[in-house]
């Protein structure tokens, strides 16, 4: 299977740990990865927010190169995943959002014929690959590892955007593949909620708060590792997890995993080879639990 | 056929430890009972709720009024999000046999399912939901205004007051300062009609601390309005105003600016510099505030590339910018 591959920026910047574990999945699973290397930030909400026209032209410019190569658009970030089916979502209900936006694009030798599917690797695994084929290629299954699934607010909201009016499960596929590799799936609240990295700059105690409280309510419903598919709730969870634990007066320690590298772990690749020795949580102590060293 | 529905039974005269932070606030005081009802299949929340009330434990505490979600009195926790007890089937929110019903962990408890609305009503107040007039009144007539600038509030006016949004609000249940969805939303309603006279002072009171810029996005509020007000979207509207009328010198302006100006130069967010810059750099506190968690991620080998790169391809982006990128052209 092959798929236009947009990585983000987060992937290439503070998180090269989250772009080389894809690519190592995705070398086990024969998905071809057509990595767009000309396509902008989606602006993460943040543009789209002040100014919905540049973020439209930007993002539609992205689902075009898409497109062009005939596959669908596949992330590995909530927060792309999000803005990125808002603009599909949008530009295919509304032609005349549509039209102004190839209008833009004119000149770019790009036009939007409004078709991408924006699929994150998360969907991709449960939907495309499925899960009988994710067993398949299980070699080291991670029995006794207690994982709370942290989805990222905007691959679930607003649900319209997302398709989970016609798929619900998609709420659930964290589990089910926590599951399939042999780890037990905790139960809490906190996993559909926020990690409150948008509002870092704003107000960074509240920020540090929201990431703060789901950490420790996993914690205390016995969470060895948390596990999400988006690079920023990564980047608040784990890199500011120790600032989280100074204003929460309690201390947390919880390692953050990526989606690739929890289920790299299971195909079998070495946690070196996945850089979770390159994690701000240190992540030896959840390893040795499976009998693997970091 | 029959249901279970687990309630979430509180008294206040049961004194809760002091913990924080919510759901675990009450945890001393709060119990979870479990009662099975018999009621048709499209059965909603709330008539098991009544059924129970009725039949069963007359002591449950429950707040509703029409049963048809016009008042907003039965908003509470199904399940862990806000939604109206009158509108949500039983069968839709069944999970591994049973419902499980709560007053939100972030209001105030009264007893049982019954929360104390006294917060969203504070915040109603603070942003002076009614119309300041303009002077002078159209003499011998009413204040005309077109059709067109009226549609624009129709999504707030559906508003019921229940309090979903602010329930489930991911900021406020941290800060209870927060000026919160419902009543931001209220604010723009009121910010937006052109019949009003303090527009400008409007803006420069919710861009201050705890008002737009302290939402953080998620979007529950969005989920869980049963009427559709996307309460987020009209924050948004607000953000945009404020900066458009000057009001900039906070971080989340910086922020998008700074967000901008990077996407444009390189086609790419440039992580090294955003979160400075968003600071502002002269806000030493912020700055310094920033640095051990900056110092852990170069140490874990985190630190994005110090070069920071431009996509080829980069003149698209930037004539998408001089196009329509407006005030970040």
């Given at each position: ?11 290439k910047?503070?998180?090269?740990e989250?772009?080389?574990?894809t ?8 998905l ?27 993002n539609?410019?992205?689902l ?5 190569q ?5 992330t590995i ?32 030798g ?17 939907e495309d ?35 989970l ?41 509240v ?22 598919p988006c ?8 890199g ?12 947390l320690?919880?390692?953050?995993l ?37 | ?58 002591s449950?505490?429950v ?16 399940n ?68 067109a ?9 559906g ?46 009171t ?37 900066v ?54 170069a140490?874990?080998?985190?630190l994005p ?25």
């Amino acid at each position: 299977m092959k798929v236009a591959f947009w990585p983000g920026c987060v992937s290439k910047g503070a998180c090269p740990e989250l772009y080389v574990s894809t690519h190592k999945v995705a070398d086990a699973l024969g998905l071809e990865l057509v990595e767009l290397e000309e396509a902008p930030c989606t602006g993460a909400g943040v543009l789209s927010e002040q100014n919905p026209a540049l973020a439209d032209s930007l993002n539609g410019l992205t689902l075009a190169m898409a497109e062009r190569q005939g596959a669908d658009l596949m992330t590995i970030c909530s927060t792309c995943q999000g803005v990125l089916s808002g603009t599909q979502f949008h530009l295919a209900n509304d032609p005349a959002r549509l039209a102004r936006v190839n209008e833009t694009l004119a000149s770019s030798g790009y036009e939007y014929r409004g078709t991408t599917k924006v699929k994150h690797l998360l969907w991709i695994l449960v939907e495309d690959i499925g899960l009988d084929r994710l067993a398949s290629l299980v070699k080291h299954k991670l029995t006794g590892l207690n994982v709370a699934p942290f989805y990222g607010c905007y691959i679930l909201r607003p649900e319209e955007y997302l398709g989970l009016k016609e798929r619900p499960e998609r709420s659930t596929y964290l589990e089910q593949i926590i599951a399939l590799i042999g780890a037990t799936p905790v139960e809490y609240l906190g996993k559909s909620k926020c990690c409150g990295f948008p509002m870092l700059t704003m107000n960074r105690e509240v920020s540090l708060k929201m990431g703060g409280k789901h950490i420790l309510e996993a914690k205390s419903k016995g969470a060895d590792v948390l596990v999400t598919p988006c690079p920023l709730c990564h980047l608040n969870l784990d890199g500011q997890q120790p600032d989280a634990a100074g204003v929460m007066k309690q201390p947390l320690g919880v390692p953050i995993l990526h989606l690739p590298q929890l289920l790299g772990l299971a195909f079998g690749f070495a946690p070196e080879d996945l850089r979770l020795n390159h994690h701000v949580i240190n992540t030896k102590a959840a390893l040795e639990k499976v009998e693997l060293k970091v | 056929m029959k249901w279970t529905i687990v309630v979430g039974r509180y008294d206040k005269d049961q004194p809760a430890g002091s913990g924080y932070p919510p759901p675990f606030e009450s945890a001393a005081a709060k119990r979870y009972q479990t009662f099975e009802v018999d009621l048709p299949e499209h059965a909603m929340v709330l008539d098991a709720l009544i059924q129970v009330r009725e039949y069963q434990d007359e002591s449950l505490a429950v707040r509703c009024a029409c049963r048809s979600a016009i008042c907003g009195s039965c908003a509470m926790w199904i399940n862990g999000h806000a939604n109206l007890a009158c509108t949500s089937k039983l069968r839709d929110f069944t999970v591994d046999g049973k419902v499980t019903v709560e007053s939100p962990p972030s209001m105030p408890p009264i007893r049982d399912l019954v929360c104390d609305m006294t917060p969203f009503w504070q915040k109603n107040r603070q942003v002076r939901p009614w119309l300041e007039g303009k002077e002078p009144v159209p003499a011998g007539e009413e204040y005309r205004v077109p059709n067109a600038a009226m549609e624009n509030l129709i999504q707030e006016v559906g508003c019921i007051s229940c309090g979903a949004c602010l329930m489930d609000c991911e900021s406020f249940a941290v800060n209870q300062n927060f000026l919160g969805p419902a009543a931001l939303a209220k604010a723009y309603r009121y910010t937006a009609d052109p019949r009003d006279a303090e527009t400008r002072d409007r803006l420069k009171t919710y861009s201050e601390p705890d008002g737009v810029w302290d939402c953080t996005h998620c979007y529950e509020c969005v989920q869980q309005c049963p009427k559709g007000v996307a309460p987020l979207e009209q924050i948004l509207k607000l953000r945009r105003m404020a900066v458009e009328e000057g009001f900039t010198n906070n971080a989340g302006t910086r922020h998008a600016y700074a967000f901008a100006e990077s996407v444009k130069d390189s086609g790419r967010l440039n992580e090294l510099t955003l979160m400075p810059k968003s600071f502002g750099l002269l806000n030493i506190r912020a700055q310094l505030q920033s640095l051990p968690a900056a110092f852990n991620m170069a140490r874990a080998g985190k630190l994005p590339p110090l070069i920071h790169k431009k996509i080829p391809g980069l003149a698209r982006i930037k004539s998408i910018f001089a196009k329509v990128g407006g005030k970040f052209k």
